[in-house]
């Protein structure tokens, strides 16, 4: 296995593609940077000068706009330059290849390059070839991995409960097609929480998906039991009827959260969701806007973590 | 024309002879007379066996010449010691008419250098629906039929494409793999692609794919050879027909014997392979019948793909590895870690692949056909782009120290290719 394509020489975070290989230190430095940078969103002049004349490229390959605008606010907010493309229409179209638009961009001076592709791994391609003082941010890619959301997900369970190492969490849903689930799981197993549960059906459990340090559940009451943080999955709508599941209705009967079935977890357990939320498919809506919901938190967060991930790589 | 080759090791491997020797080559066939050459070659030091057979490499024409030539890939071939070979009828358009199958003949007899034997196409345009004209491109000169890596989804034209294959004797080569379990998947279905996010192709897509074709081959009688196993209970069921007496035979690419899915690192697309690279388990299964012969024979695959086609996400990449000229290396590298004789090893790729060929070649004997390879067991060198003909640079190896280097090679008593 070649080297970390995470890491420079110092052990320091070139480039943040996966949680996965990032030893507990980097992951408990990018938290506390975060916290440090919790104060300035809620300051009147919502700037920091980190990254002041630096240039920030969102390369979204594929569409969103929710982690776009959270990279683009966080980078704003640290006094880049920010220039957001959407690969997806313009060259990508034309027939371009990904490494010449990224070399093109390069020759523009980017610093940083937050990057959204539907495929797997296509950050690691492009990492491969930006110069050294080039950075590289995954915003996403395929089921493989979406770090930022990982972490910004880990913040929200410090946030709430304090200490890693007796929390049981359990993840729900589509666990196959999921990149939050994949970077969730390997932040969590990291930083010593005991117990990751993943609960779905069969046919949304990617092969050998224990070997990840998690115990599966196919039944949600038993795998819920004593959790502590519960996180929901986005159901993608073409995946709601056809060989993998008969209906959203019965997916929801299977497997929505509900108060009656979060009742089973303990009293203070938090209830997260990566967003964007489909009510009545995978979350009940009296549960996502309950006392347990901490998922608009978890957006705020997710700007100061963003924060926290640029100015760290854009330092080393 | 006569040709002596002095003092080297001589290395039958259907015999199992293995002894310092020469060999006389007379118009094209070795000779057990001794008479004066006309040219005499030194093989002090080298061995001196027949040249490889090697029963899959695309040469990339007709319709791919942006990734690789005819020249091109005979150089190749012949730099790797191959002296015969079977291209997959995967070309564009691909090998499902008699013209098409002449023309790659006589363009590659123009050439004169290693023996090319076509594949012809099962069903038109590898489309598996309608049949191809089997006995016209027989006599065309293809010596079987298969998909390539196109597997014919139903079953009713797999069944009625063996019956009429059988019908004439028309030996069919099959890689088998169920189109609907294989989906989009592009890797081992296990603990690599859960962890990389890339979407799986599970072992029993082979496994019964291979079933279903073994229950043909009892219900039809057809001479088959299934082309790339990858899977540990691939090569069981495999062992069980050939138990049985069924008329099967195997191959697997030689990277399968060496690679698992662990060597796809971080998304490393120089091993986006067809079929994919499984686990070590399987590999371990792969490398274990390719020694007690439930395998029959190692192939490289050979197939050139362009660098703008490797440099994508991985599941984009265009799936295929350079061969030809890492099969010798790769099969010694085999042998020395089965800890086999080397006529033993040898046989994998000369006198077992010439058997599933139907051809007279792989063994030095008085009569046989003059193809051989010398070449040096111990010498060692770098796989680099530079190092290799072959117009794909393209290999999970780019970078390794192989031991075993072609120093000559000899196609019908002619030298071929004399290492610079």
Redesign the interface.
């Given at each position: 296995?070649?080297a970390n394509?995470q890491l420079n020489a110092n052990g320091e975070l070139q480039h943040l593609l996966s949680i996965?290989g990032l030893p507990r230190e980097i992951l408990t430095q990018i938290l506390d940077t975060a916290e440090s940078f919790a104060g300035v969103t809620e300051r009147e002049v919502k700037k920091v000068p980190l990254m002041r004349g630096k240039s920030v490229f969102n390369l979204f390959f594929e569409a969103s706009t929710r982690t776009r605008t959270t990279f683009e606010i966080a980078a704003k907010r640290l006094s880049a330059d920010v220039i957001n493309l959407n690969v997806s229409v313009s060259s990508q179209t034309k027939g371009e290849?990904?490494?010449d638009t990224v070399a093109n961009l390069s020759a523009m001076q980017a610093d940083v390059f937050v990057v959204r592709?539907a495929?797997?791994?296509?950050p690691?391609?492009i990492a491969r070839h930006v110069k050294p003082h080039e950075h590289v941010i995954n915003a996403g890619?395929?089921?493989?991995?979406h770090p930022t959301q990982g972490l910004l997900d880990l913040y929200t369970i410090r946030h709430y409960k304090k200490d890693f190492s007796r929390l049981t969490v359990a993840i729900v849903g589509d666990v196959l097609h999921s990149?939050v689930a994949?970077s969730l799981i390997h932040g969590l197993t990291t930083l010593g929480v005991p117990e990751v549960r993943v609960i779905g059906p069969q046919t949304l459990m990617?092969?050998?998906?224990e070997?990840?340090g998690v115990r599966v559940f196919h039944d949600m009451r038993a795998g819920l039991k004593d959790c502590d943080v519960v996180v929901m999955l986005r159901l993608q709508n073409e995946r709601m009827n056809g060989p993998l599941l008969p209906s959203a209705q019965e997916f929801f009967k299977n497997y929505g959260l509900t108060a009656d079935k979060l009742a089973l977890a303990k009293p203070d357990a938090i209830v997260m969701h990566p967003g964007p939320m489909n009510r009545g498919v995978e979350i009940d809506s009296p549960v996502a806007d309950g006392p347990h919901s901490v998922i608009l938190p978890q957006v705020t967060f997710g700007i100061a973590v963003r924060m926290a991930v640029m100015s760290i790589v854009a330092g080393n | 024309m006569t040709l002596l080759i002095k003092g080297g090791r001589i290395v039958d491997p259907a015999s199992g002879r293995d002894e310092v020797g020469d060999v006389f080559i007379s118009d094209g066939r070795i000779s057990d007379k001794k008479e004066k050459a006309d040219q005499t070659i030194d093989a002090k030091g080298l061995v001196v066996a027949p040249g490889l057979i090697d029963l899959s490499a695309r040469l990339r024409e007709p319709g791919y010449e942006y990734k690789a030539t005819l020249e091109s890939e005979m150089d190749a071939a012949v730099a790797g010691g191959v002296t015969s070979l079977a291209c997959p009828p995967d070309t564009d358009p691909p090998l499902d008419e008699p013209g098409l199958v002449d023309m790659l003949r006589r363009r590659a007899k123009a050439l004169a250098r290693a023996r090319v034997y076509p594949i012809g196409a099962l069903t038109v345009k590898l489309a598996g629906e309608r049949l191809t004209e089997m006995s016209e491109l027989a006599e065309a000169g293809c010596v079987a039929f298969s998909q390539a890596n196109v597997p014919i989804a139903d079953t009713q034209v797999l069944w009625r494409a063996l019956q009429y294959a059988a019908t004439f004797g028309f030996p069919v080569w099959l890689r088998v793999e169920d189109r609907w379990l294989a989906g989009d998947g592009v890797a081992h279905d296990g603990e690599v692609a859960t962890r990389l996010g890339l979407a799986g192709i599970p072992a029993f897509a082979e496994t019964i794919a291979l079933g279903t074709a073994l229950q043909l081959v009892r219900a039809t009688g057809t001479r088959v050879h299934f082309c790339r196993l990858s899977t540990a209970a691939g090569v069981e069921l495999i062992r069980a027909a050939k138990k049985e007496g069924l008329p099967v035979s195997c191959d697997v690419g030689i990277h399968h014997v060496h690679l698992s899915e662990l060597d796809l690192g971080y998304y490393d697309s120089h091993c986006r392979l067809e079929p994919p690279l499984r686990s070590q388990r399987d590999r371990e299964a792969l490398a274990a019948g390719l020694a007690d012969g439930t395998v029959d024979c190692a192939v490289s695959d050979h197939t050139p793909v362009d660098e703008n086609q490797k440099q994508l996400p991985f599941a984009e990449a265009e799936p295929g590895a350079t061969g030809l000229e890492l099969l010798l290396p790769l099969i010694l590298k085999w042998g020395v870690q089965r800890k086999l004789p080397l006529a033993k090893t040898l046989a994998r790729v000369t006198c077992d692949a010439a058997r599933v060929l139907g051809v007279q070649s792989g063994r030095i004997e008085p009569g046989a056909r003059a193809d051989l390879v010398l070449f040096d067991p111990q010498q060692t060198w770098r796989v680099v782009p530079a190092a290799l003909k072959s117009q794909g640079k393209n290999t999970p190896f780019l970078g390794y120290e192989l031991a075993g280097r072609v120093r000559t090679t000899i196609v019908a008593g002619s030298v071929v290719y004399q290492q610079a």
């Open positions: 296995m070649p394509p996965e290849s990904l490494l592709h495929s797997s791994g296509a690691y391609l890619d395929g089921r493989h991995a990149r994949r990617p092969a050998g998906v070997a990840l | -």
